[in-house]
């Protein structure tokens, strides 16, 4: 699935800049971001649940945790007041985070709001494959017979992801869960025997 950069850099509260800089690709950043979407939630009941018990070692290690997260997805404002309630909460300044807890906690949950839209695309897009070519799976096949006689773990992996993005033909996707069934076991001769088929 292509990553969609406009629609990234529309998200209001995140900067796709800074999240390639720290994650190095759009693909990681796209996990990241992923990852940090689903978790919100849970995580903003913990923290919220850690405060109103005064567990305050809890509190701090879950905004310390997720002021490297939101760092991450270049969420650069809602990573610094992570920060500031990690600090408070490591030297017990209670009246700061008592101050800050409900508009830390509140702009932490906009993300939801934030995110839902291009969460949601993304997984429409996903949800929709496109029907390969005889010519694009013949491709595939060849690059992945090269790739299996120098056991490039890596190549194979990068073959078998793109392929996932296509609809195949019944007998390829029995063929192709064969191939996978071998590369998890790193059985490089049956994988090589599976593209002879």
Not at 42 to 49: C, G, K, P, R, V
Not at 51 to 71: D, G, M
Request: aromatic share 10%.
């Amino acid at each position: 699935m292509n990553i969609n950069k406009i629609e990234l850099s529309k998200v209001d509260g995140i900067s796709l800049m800074d999240g390639l800089q720290y994650c190095g690709s759009l693909k990681d950043f796209d996990k990241f971001l992923e990852a940090f979407y689903t978790d919100i939630e849970d995580n903003a009941n913990t923290l919220e649940d850690a405060y109103q018990k005064a567990n305050i070692e809890l509190f701090t290690i879950k905004v310390h945790a997720l002021k490297t997260s939101a760092r991450m997805i270049g969420a650069k404002e809602l990573s610094e007041e992570a920060r500031l309630l990690e600090v408070s909460g490591k030297s017990a300044n209670m009246p700061y985070i008592d101050a800050n807890i409900d508009s830390f906690l509140s702009l932490y949950r906009s993300y939801s709001i934030k995110l839902a839209s291009y969460m949601t695309e993304k997984q429409r897009l996903k949800a929709i494959k496109k029907p390969i070519t005889e010519d694009e799976l013949e491709d595939a096949y060849s690059a992945l017979r090269e790739v299996c006689s120098s056991m490039d773990y890596g190549a194979v992996e990068m073959i078998l992801e793109e392929l996932s993005t296509y609809q195949l033909p019944e007998v390829d996707q029995k063929q192709i869960a064969d191939f996978k069934t071998h590369f998890h076991k790193l059985e490089w001769d049956e994988m090589e025997r599976t593209l002879m088929v």
